[in-house]
């Protein structure tokens, strides 16, 4: 049975690691949606503040990837995936608590931290679960589950809020993550003596051969980042460009595979993903930079309420950075990372 998990790309454990990582990424983006209106709300802070969580967010998961190789190598990399994930689920649940801002800073970092060292740690495991013919393909796969749990997330989160207010959307987003660490505890990796990496390396965090296309992913990232917030006050169309990122996931790891050495997938899937959330955080946070805040309560007839605080958003300027946004992405794309790609490739 052991045995069968590196048989082929659509085995048991590859199957159960996918879906840990679509549930860690759908726990993770039901908060993105509702997290700015609310915390201004509840913390009385400003939309640019708030909006800087993000930026910190980001920071979190760049400080921690240094250590990412030592980590998964002194120690068993389904550990490293289960105690960061469970360390995630701690920061979530602490936005319930947190009524300054520098508490709501602090758990920005802490779960960008916790989230960028799950998020490579399963791609990690995801690659050592299957065997070399298929790990390109399962690069491919693992990815497109992470985007389809952001998907999901977005809209789960913005429906709970709506129906049960944002407590619930941190429990139901709690629940999410203990069932991604349940799925990642069910697979079996195999032993793997250590080989005596540095506590800092930085090599299998990022692949320097794909600097061009991670700065045009973090473009095209930012259009579908910054229309998260504004998915959440009633632009359901804006949805749209999250699905465009979600068709895009597979080519777009395809180019970061091809670009990497012998033993470097992992590294380009990394490096592929770090630069989607870069991008998407820094949307989020624009977004958050041009809005301002009205607060909007849900009442009933029995005179309880929902908080249901949103953003004002001009909808037109977003547009017009969107429109912006994807033409610098295209131009990039066609007049650097292409040709780049098909110089340096050695795939």
Avoid at 6 to 35: E, H, K, Q, T
Avoid at 238 to 245: I, S
Wanted: glycine share 8%.
């Amino acid at each position: 049975m052991r045995k069968s998990n590196i048989d082929n790309l659509w085995s048991l454990g590859f199957m159960r690691i996918c879906m840990a990582n679509f549930l860690l990424f759908a726990s993770l983006y039901m908060l993105f949606p509702v997290l700015p209106a609310v915390m201004v709300s509840r913390l009385g802070i400003s939309t640019v503040q708030v909006g800087s969580m993000f930026l910190v967010f980001a920071v979190g998961m760049f400080l921690v990837g240094p250590f990412h190789a030592y980590l998964g190598d002194a120690y068993k990399r389904k550990h490293v995936l289960v105690y960061s994930t469970f360390i995630m689920l701690a920061a979530t649940v602490g936005y319930l608590f947190a009524d300054t801002l520098t508490k709501l800073l602090l758990l920005a970092v802490v779960q960008g931290g916790a989230f960028g060292l799950a998020a490579t740690a399963g791609i990690t495991v995801a690659i050592d679960i299957t065997n070399s013919p298929h790990r390109s393909a399962g690069n491919m796969t693992y990815a497109l589950a992470a985007r389809l749990g952001m998907l999901v997330g977005v809209g789960v989160g913005i429906w709970m809020l709506q129906l049960k207010g944002f407590s619930m959307v941190v429990y139901l987003s709690a629940l999410c993550g203990i069932f991604s660490i349940l799925f990642a505890l069910r697979v079996y990796v195999a032993f793997r003596a250590p080989i005596g990496i540095g506590r800092f390396n930085i090599d299998r965090f990022l692949l320097s051969r794909a600097w061009l296309p991670a700065l045009n992913v973090v473009l095209i990232a930012f259009v579908s980042g910054i229309v998260i917030p504004i998915i959440k006050d009633g632009d359901y169309s804006a949805t749209f460009f999250l699905v465009v990122l979600v068709i895009l996931t597979v080519p777009l790891t395809k180019i970061f595979v091809k670009l990497s050495q012998h033993c470097q997938r992992g590294t380009a899937n990394t490096t592929c993903h770090l630069a989607m959330e870069t991008g998407i955080l820094i949307g989020i946070a624009v977004c958050c930079f041009l809005s301002n805040n009205i607060e909007l309560y849900s009442m009933f007839e029995d005179g309880s309420s929902i908080e249901k605080p949103h953003f004002y958003v001009d909808f037109q300027l977003i547009y017009k950075i969107i429109g912006v946004g994807i033409i610098v992405a295209l131009l990039f794309y066609f007049l650097l990372t292409r040709p780049y790609y098909k110089r340096r490739r050695v795939r």
